[in-house]
């Protein structure tokens, strides 16, 4: 094996078990770290029992705390009940209070936690944490001075803050942060000539703790509260102006990114490698592949004939964009079909699917009926299978917002009439039109939340909500679907442009990895949070099982090469053939007493063979089947030479000659006409 070749199984290799150990970590952990919002308010309100564990104990504190007296537990109460004012539905849990007295020394602390908030209300909370001067508005209200904040208290829960204050004769240090579903609130009060035996910043993080091992970190909180025609899984989904500028998560993610992508691309070049080397006969033996390919050959490579005018052909496209909508629906767990809300997810996920799946589908039957290529339009479910696997996993997993893979196939068309070059644009069509699409609306949503901030009647602030929602299930299904178009599979973009250039793939890939990482995986979370996270370990499962699929199919070859003694395919077929035989006969090139039928199989590998092309078109290599430019003299991917000429026919020496960089004929500098490339490969 080439040197190369064994760097690139020794990376791919190491960064495998780099992997393991990873995950390892991640699957001992029992948290998760990233529940819905949905699964967060089951788990709150079937299992009160869980929230007990979010309360300041006596063991917390230094000796000589003890419980608070219940007279000055009931006015620490009501101090702490302010902040319920503005919430429906919420009460003060957990509340504990412990008290120091030695001499002048006098402590006391006390904790407690607001529960539930719902998902607007902690809109709401967290607009009001990270605003100073509601935080001066109710250090004003406590009637205090000497004003200070405590900064690192915006370092707690998903949204906080803290400030102290001198009130009467006490030195108060109140904070409070959101953490998930629940408010802390934190008030400790010393005597401003005593030293605190205890930070509270230090007591408001083991609480912070507690609260994690129960409700997870949350860092995937939605980014706007679920309106009237917003469904809850659009608020997962991020506008321009919602993404992340934090260098830890943009470092994060493009770590990851690179971590999944590199390995993915390495496996894709060794799969093809082994798939041209072994002529794919043996994959196609495998029964689910032949069964797909049978089913679906008519419409990969369809004849353009006027189908029939049944009702099933009219009523078929229909049915399945409905029938994509209605499984995309099931993505969101709070669907409720028969709402306002559910009947606006399921038009949505309809029409974005129905734009992603046939706008680009429309030009390109446009641009074949300029080539005056056959082809229709009949949208068939070829995708439905991605489709399925893509919402069961998003279930299975709890995965928010989820995946959104898989879209409606409608062109059928004769691939065979296709030259290279207008394949490779109907593939750079649709792709441009998907990105296009995605990319406009997706900006358009910055107008939308520009909107909603302003105070417009309800009807139309819910109509715009509706509108952005839309936007954005669009740029959703649009990343995701593009992400799978560049993964370098059969027929895709990103098969050409690996084709072409391998280092630009890869950086494609990975970029493009990277903003669906930073989007739609992990918008919020640093390296060590998104470990934990369902969503990346749901990629990375993927990716791993895809390599390790690969390394099998690789072993699996050679060691069949190796007990069968094949090395190449002529060296196997020479195999058979006496030494005594193998003498050259005259100048054909070919063995002088080789069987007739296997002469004619090994004519083509023995004999080179005259090619003709286009100026300016490509070729395939003989040797490894990738495409390269007709007039290249030496494959760039396995380093066959060729033997090149720029031919024509002169029209004034009535014959066929060599002709110039210029287009002229070489013998008489006249004009040339049918100016072709003839490529020869030189034998090994």
């Known amino acids: ?54 309360r300041l104990t006596q063991a917390d504190l230094p000796e000589g705390f003890t419980p608070l007296p219940e007279n000055q537990m009931a006015m620490m109460t009501r101090m702490m009940e302010g902040i319920l004012s503005s919430l429906e539905g919420a009460s003060l849990i957990n509340l504990s209070g412990f008290s120091l007295a030695e001499g ?86 010393y005597r401003p000539e005593q030293e605190p035996r205890v930070k509270a910043l230090g007591i408001m993080a083991v609480l912070d703790q507690r609260a994690i091992a129960v409700l ?6 939605a980014f706007r509260p679920a309106g009237l025609l917003a469904p809850e899984i659009t608020t997962y989904i991020p506008t321009p102006a919602d993404l992340s500028t934090d260098p830890a998560v943009i470092g994060s993610n493009l770590f990851l990114a690179a971590m999944m992508m590199v390995p993915f691309a390495i496996a894709t070049e060794l799969l093809t490698r082994t798939l041209i080397r072994h002529d794919k006969g043996w994959f196609g ?33 229909f049915a399945v964009i409905l029938l994509y909508g209605l499984v995309f629906s099931l993505l969101d767990r709070t669907w409720k079909p028969l709402t306002l809300t559910g009947v606006m997810l399921f038009i949505s996920m309809t029409a974005a699917y129905g734009m992603v799946g046939l ?25 439905f299978m991605l489709s399925a696997i893509s919402v069961a996993a998003t279930r299975i997993f709890r995965l928010t917002p989820g995946l959104m893979f898989g879209t409606p196939k409608a062109l059928t068309m004769d691939k065979t009439a296709l030259t290279d070059v207008q394949r490779k ?88 990895t990277f903003i669906l990482y930073h989007s739609l995986i992990n918008p919020r979370g640093e390296l060590a949070d998104a470990l934990k996270s369902g969503n990346v370990q749901v990629f990375f499962a993927a990716t791993m099982a895809y390599i390790l699929f690969v390394l099998g199919i690789w072993l699996f070859n050679r060691s069949r090469n ?60 003989p040797a490894c089947s990738y495409e390269i430019k007709a007039e290249a003299r030496i494959c760039r991917f396995c380093r066959k030479q060729f033997e090149i000429h720029l031919r024509g026919y002169c029209l004034h020496d009535h014959q066929v000659v060599n002709v110039t960089d210029r287009g002229l004929c070489l013998l008489c500098g006249g004009a040339v006409e049918d100016i072709h490339v003839e490529s020869k490969p030189i034998a090994d």
Not at 216 to 221: F, N
Not at 359 to 372: A, G, S
Not at 469 to 484: G, M, Q, T
């Open 1 to 54: 094996m080439p040197a190369s070749g064994i760097r690139k199984h020794t990376l791919t290799i190491f960064i495998l078990i780099l992997w393991l150990i990873i995950l390892s970590q991640i699957y001992s952990s029992p948290v998760n770290a990233f529940p819905s919002n949905h699964t967060q308010n089951e788990t709150i309100q079937q299992s009160q029992d869980d929230l007990s564990s979010i």
């Open 104 to 189: 002048d020394d006098v402590q006391i602390v006390v904790s407690g936690v607001i529960h539930p908030l719902s998902q607007a209300e902690k809109f709401q909370v967290d607009a009001q944490l990270k605003n100073p001067a509601a935080m001066q508005d109710l250090a004003e209200n406590m009637g205090g001075e000497n004003f200070v904040e405590i900064p690192d208290a915006k370092d707690l829960g998903n949204a906080g803050f803290g400030f102290s204050l001198v009130v009467s004769q006490f030195q108060i240090d109140y904070i409070v942060i959101r953490r998930s579903e629940i408010l802390i609130e934190l008030t400790y009060l």
């Open 216 to 221: 997870g970190t949350d860092q995937q909180a």
């Open 285 to 317: 033996k495998i029964s689910a592949f032949r069964i797909i390919t049978e089913k679906f050959a008519g419409d990969a490579q369809g004849t353009g004939e006027r189908p029939r005018k049944t009702l099933l052909a009219f009523i078929q496209p």
């Open 359 to 383: 706008l680009d589908d429309l030009l390109q039957w446009t641009r074949l009926r300029h080539w005056r290529i056959p082809a229709r339009l009949s949208v068939m479910p070829t995708n």
């Open 425 to 512: 644009k109907l593939l750079t069509l649709s792709t441009s039109t998907i990105v296009g699409l995605g990319i406009i609306l997706w900006c358009f949503t910055l107008l939308t939340s520009w909107l909603q901030r302003l105070a417009l009647p309800l009807p139309l602030w819910h109509l715009t909500g509706g509108v952005e929602a839309f936007c954005l299930i669009v740029f959703a299904v649009s990343l995701e679907n593009i992400f799978i178009q560049f993964l370098g599979f059969q027929d895709s973009v990103g098969e050409v442009l690996r084709k072409k250039n391998r280092i630009l793939w890869l950086a494609v890939l990975v970029f493009l």
């Open 562 to 621: 190796r007990k069968q003694g094949i090395k190449t395919p002529l060296q196997a077929d020479l195999g058979s053939i006496p030494e005594s035989h193998l003498e050259c006969g005259g100048g054909t090139g070919m063995p002088a007493a080789v069987p007739e039928t296997l002469a004619h199989q090994l004519a083509d590998r023995v004999m080179p063979v005259v090619s003709i092309y286009t100026p300016g078109g490509e070729k395939h290599c």
